[in-house]
């Protein structure tokens, strides 16, 4: 079955970097769009960044155009999220999504705190 798998996640202080990544199972990876989203406690689910399933297309949310950088190695199955001078409002569970599948990963928590 379709399974996806984030890992990367942990604690960080504001300013610092974090890369997050998404490894895929089950289906051919290059076949589809995946996305990353975000939640915070008490908030809804949010959309921080789309690739398209060869790479050449990429999306982002305002909140995070210019710091984060969202990449794809189809080769090894797997999506990254590149996250550069994170915020404490960055603080999250962060989920892969297969687009084409409609599946989700578990989701990573990402901490910015002093």
């Known amino acids: 079955q379709v399974q996806l798998v984030e890992s990367g996640g942990g604690l960080v202080q504001p300013g610092g970097s974090l890369r997050l990544s998404c490894a895929g199972s089950g289906f051919t990876f290059s076949s589809s769009a995946m996305n990353w989203y975000r939640q915070a406690p008490g908030k809804e689910r949010e959309f921080v960044a789309f690739?398209?399933?060869?790479?050449?297309?990429?999306n982002y949310a305002d909140s995070v155009k210019g710091r984060f950088t969202i990449s794809r190695d189809n080769a090894k199955n797997t999506v990254l999220l590149q996250m550069n001078s994170l915020k404490p409002e960055d603080t999250a569970v962060y989920y892969c999504?297969?687009?084409?599948?409609?599946?989700w990963g578990q989701g990573t928590q990402v901490t910015v705190s002093s």
């Open positions: 999504y297969a687009v084409r599948f409609r599946s």
């Open positions: 690739i398209g399933s060869g790479g050449g297309s990429t």
